[in-house]
C-alpha cells in the first residue's frame, strides 16, 4: 500500500477538509489557483460588461479553444464549448434526422442522462436505441469489440459509446470501436465526460466523428466547462440548439459551426476561458506524476475492498480498463441510505450507484487523495456491514 504526504496538494483546493472526498468523478473539483482565474474573468466581465460581451468575448474563447485544442490534439475551429456533455449530446442527437426503424447502437452501461435523451430522440422518430449487454467482468478487449461490431447492422444509423463508463468507472475500448466502425462507413459518437486530464486524449489519432468530454471533471475546471467536438464533414449538418446572433451573423467567422453555437445569447461564460491555467496547472505540478500515482493507489486497494464486499472486480485490473476511479458491485436494497450513512457518519463523500439490476460504490482518487483516505472508507465499510444490515454479503 502507497503511503505519502499530501498535505501540500491539499492546500491547493477548496474543498471541505473534514470531509473525506472520494467523489471526483461527479463534478470535480477546482483548485485555488484556477478559481482565482476563474474569478479574475469574471470581474473582468462586471468591469465592461458590454466590451467584454460583444468585442473581447470572442477573442478570449478563442484563445481558450486553441489552448484546449493543443491539449486534446485536434483543429481548435473543431471544438465550441458547451456547459456539459448532456448539452452537447442533446445538440447531436436532436440533428441526426432519425427515421422510423434507424437505430442507434449503444451499451448498456452508458450514463443515465444520456440514455434518456437518445430515448427521447428514437421515441419521437420512431427510431430504436439499441443496447448491446456487456458481460461484466470484462475479460479482454477483442472479445468486446468484436461482440458489440457484430450488432451493427444496415439499420445502424450511429454509435454511441462512453469512453470512461459513469457507474462501473471502465475504460471501453472505444479506439478499436471507431477503428471498425468508420470501416463499415457507420457515424461514431464518443461520450467522453471523464477523459480530458484523466487519461490521454488524442483527438487526431482517435478516429471518432464526434466526441464530448467535460473539462469541469479531471481538468479541473469550474463547473460548467465542456467541449464538442465534430469533424468539419459533420459540422455543416448541425442547426443551433438555441438560435441566437449566430444565424445570419452579421460579422460572420470563417466557421458557421463556430457562429452557431458559441453565440447563444447573453451568459457567463468566464469558465470557458480559465482552460489555459488548467493546462498551466497541471504542467506546473507535474500532473501526470500525480496521476499514476493515482492509479497504482486504485489498483493496489482493489482486491481488499472486493474481498471485503465478496465481489469481483469489474475489469482486469491494468491500465487498459482502469484509471482513477474504481466502482465495486455491492449489494444493498438500500443505496440511497448507504450513501447518506457514509456522509453524515463518516463524513466520506462517494456515490452508491444504481445501474439496472446491479449497484455500484465508486471511488475516485485524485492527487490530494492517499492511503489514508481509503483506510477510512474501508474501515466505514467493515463496520457498516458489522452492525447494520445495509450491505449484505452473499
Same mark, same amino acid.
Given at each position: 500500500m502507497?503511503?505519502?504526504d499530501?498535505?501540500s496538494?491539499?492546500? /491547493?483546493f477548496?474543498?471541505? @477538509? ?11 473539483a477546482?483548485?485555488?489557483p484556477?478559481?482565482e482565474?476563474?474569478?479574475?474573468w469574471?470581474? =473582468? ?11 473581447k468575448?470572442?477573442k478570449?474563447?478563442k484563445n ?6 493543443a ?14 456533455p @448532456? ?10 434526422n432519425?427515421?422510423?426503424g434507424?437505430?442507434?447502437?449503444t ?17 419521437s ?9 456487456? +458481460? /461484466?467482468?470484462l475479460?479482454n478487449?477483442?472479445?468486446l469489440v468484436? #461482440? ?16 470512461? @463508463? ?5 475504460i471501453?475500448?472505444v479506439?478499436e470501436?471507431c477503428?471498425?466502425?468508420k470501416?463499415? #462507413?457507420v $457515424? ?17 489519432k482517435?478516429?471518432?466523428d ?11 475546471a469550474p463547473?460548467?466547462c465542456s ?14 440548439l ?10 460572420p467567422?470563417?466557421s /458557421?459551426? $463556430? ?5 447563444? #445569447? ?6 470557458y ?11 506546473r505540478? +507535474?500532473?501526470v506524476?500525480?496521476?499514476?500515482r ?6 493496489d486497494?482493489?482486491?481488499?475492498f ?11 485490473l @491494468? ?6 476511479m474504481?466502482?465495486l458491485?455491492?449489494n ?7 450513501q ?5 457518519a463518516y ?18 482518487? =485524485?492527487a ?9 472508507l474501508?474501515?466505514a465499510l467493515?463496520?457498516?456491514i458489522?452492525n447494520?444490515e445495509?450491505?449484505q454479503?452473499k
Amino acid at each position: 500500500m502507497q503511503h505519502s504526504d499530501n498535505s501540500s496538494i491539499k492546500k /491547493l483546493f477548496l474543498l471541505d @477538509t473534514n470531509v473525506t472526498y472520494l467523489n471526483f468523478g461527479s463534478f470535480g473539483a477546482c483548485p485555488k489557483p484556477i478559481f482565482e482565474d476563474y474569478q479574475n474573468w469574471q470581474i =473582468q466581465l462586471e468591469k465592461e460588461p458590454v466590451q467584454f460581451l460583444t468585442v473581447k468575448g470572442i477573442k478570449f474563447l478563442k484563445n481558450s479553444r486553441e489552448a484546449l485544442a493543443a491539449f486534446i490534439h485536434c483543429d481548435a475551429d473543431d471544438l465550441v464549448f458547451t456547459p456539459n456533455p @448532456t448539452h452537447a449530446i442533446n445538440l447531436i442527437a436532436k440533428n441526426l434526422n432519425l427515421q422510423a426503424g434507424d437505430e442507434i447502437l449503444t451499451t448498456d452501461l452508458e450514463y443515465g442522462a444520456m440514455d434518456r435523451t437518445w430515448e427521447y430522440y428514437c421515441n419521437s422518430k420512431g427510431a430504436v436505441y439499441n443496447r448491446y449487454n456487456i +458481460e /461484466l467482468p470484462l475479460k479482454n478487449t477483442a472479445d468486446l469489440v468484436d #461482440g458489440f461490431i457484430k450488432k451493427i447492422s444496415k439499420k445502424t444509423k450511429a454509435i454511441f459509446i462512453s469512453h470512461i @463508463t459513469s457507474s462501473t468507472a471502465l475504460i471501453l475500448p472505444v479506439n478499436e470501436i471507431c477503428e471498425q466502425a468508420k470501416k463499415r #462507413g457507420v $457515424l461514431t459518437i464518443v461520450d467522453g465526460a471523464h477523459v480530458p486530464g484523466h487519461i490521454p486524449l488524442d483527438l487526431s489519432k482517435l478516429q471518432a466523428d464526434i466526441f464530448t468530454g467535460a473539462c469541469h471533471k479531471w481538468m479541473m475546471a469550474p463547473k460548467g466547462c465542456s467541449f464538442l467536438y465534430v469533424k468539419k464533414e459533420f459540422q455543416s449538418g448541425l442547426d443551433p440548439l438555441i438560435i441566437s446572433w449566430g444565424y445570419k451573423n452579421a460579422r460572420p467567422s470563417s466557421s /458557421l459551426y $463556430l457562429d452557431y453555437h458559441q453565440l447563444n #445569447g447573453t451568459r457567463d461564460f468566464s469558465a470557458y476561458l480559465t482552460i489555459p491555467k488548467c493546462i498551466e496547472f497541471f504542467e506546473r505540478y +507535474e500532473w501526470v506524476k500525480h496521476a499514476e500515482r493515482c492509479r497504482n493507489l486504485v489498483k493496489d486497494n482493489a482486491q481488499r475492498f472486493t474481498e471485503l464486499l465478496k465481489s469481483k472486480a469489474l475489469a482486469p485490473l @491494468t491500465d487498459e480498463f482502469i484509471g482513477q476511479m474504481l466502482s465495486l458491485p455491492i449489494n444493498t436494497t438500500e443505496p440511497e441510505t448507504l450513501q447518506r450513512d457514509l456522509y453524515e457518519a463518516y463524513k466520506i463523500e462517494i456515490p452508491v450507484m444504481q445501474h439496472g439490476d446491479h449497484t455500484y460504490l465508486r471511488f475516485s482518487i =485524485q492527487a490530494f487523495n492517499d492511503q489514508t483516505d481509503l483506510d477510512k472508507l474501508y474501515n466505514a465499510l467493515k463496520e457498516i456491514i458489522a452492525n447494520t444490515e445495509l450491505i449484505q454479503l452473499k
